[in-house]
């Protein structure tokens, strides 16, 4: 089964912004809800972002509430994460996510979440 691919990690100043991306070669998304999470060095994995399947409902992390935008386009079935105002913080592993067929609404439960992609790194110096 195909898995997201994350892209779009990278180096970047506090105060900076990236943008990640998410596709799924050889498979769709549009009927799941999708996410962001991300695992910081020497921590648990932790919720960034979801949005439901429609690309309409999403739910941020307070953290990067106003900072982090996620949004999903289902004719190019990709999944995208705009992060402004980066701060060191922010530096982790970021993971794409996807839930099962079926399961559109978007959830913070790590739980809900059944395939993963491989991760890109975000660094921001302090």
């Known amino acids: 089964q195909a898995q997201p691919v994350e892209s779009g990690g990278g180096l970047v100043q506090a105060g900076g912004s990236l943008r990640l991306s998410c596709a799924a070669p050889g498979r769709t998304f549009s009927a799941n809800g999708m996410g962001w999470f991300r695992q910081p060095p020497g921590r648990e994995r932790e919720f960034v972002a979801a949005?439901?399947?429609?690309?309409?409902?999403?739910l941020y992390a307070e953290s990067v509430k106003g900072r982090f935008t996620i949004s999903k386009d289902n004719a190019k079935s990709t999944l995208s994460l705009q992060m402004s105002s980066l701060k060191p913080d922010d530096t982790a592993v970021y993971y794409c996510v996807a839930r099962k067929l079926g399961k559109v609404s978007e959830t913070d439960d790590i739980r809900e979440y059944h395939y993963w992609g491989q991760g890109t790194q975000v660094t921001v110096p302090s």
């Open positions: 949005v439901s399947w429609s690309g309409l409902s999403t």
